[in-house]
């Protein structure tokens, strides 16, 4: 059930992509022009609505924010910690294993 453009060049004719664009620009402005015209900026309406309270701006740390996560895959963290060695060339190494098995995969 596609839709299918016959414009005589393809898929990619500029003029329906502009024409296309050009309508969704049209319905954006419509859709926008709707809005209310008695919000101000720098006002209490800019606030987000929490049940009528006021809430102080929140910092979580990343250290607070990934620690489920971390806690949950600590045992797997460890052996990724152990296996780390900081050398470059490790690394290189094992890109172009896994990447020979990849294509092997992709190849086959």
């Given at each position: 059930m596609g839709v299918e453009i016959l414009t005589g060049q393809g898929f990619w004719h500029?003029?329906?992509?502009?024409?296309a664009?050009?309508?969704?620009?049209?319905?954006?402005l419509a859709i926008w022009s709707m809005?209310?015209?008695e919000f101000r900026r720098g006002t209490e309406a800019e606030l987000p609505f929490v049940s009528g309270e006021r809430?102080?701006?929140a910092r979580?740390?990343?250290?607070?924010l990934y620690w489920g996560f971390a806690e949950a895959l600590k045992p797997f963290l460890e052996r990724l910690r152990?296996?780390?060695s900081g050398f470059i060339g490790d690394y290189v190494g094992w890109f172009a294993v896994i990447l020979a098995v990849i294509l092997l995969l992709v190849m086959a």
């Open positions: 500029a003029l329906v992509w502009f024409a664009a050009l309508g969704v620009f049209l319905l954006s809005g209310r015209r809430v102080e701006d979580v740390g990343a250290p607070h152990n296996f780390h």
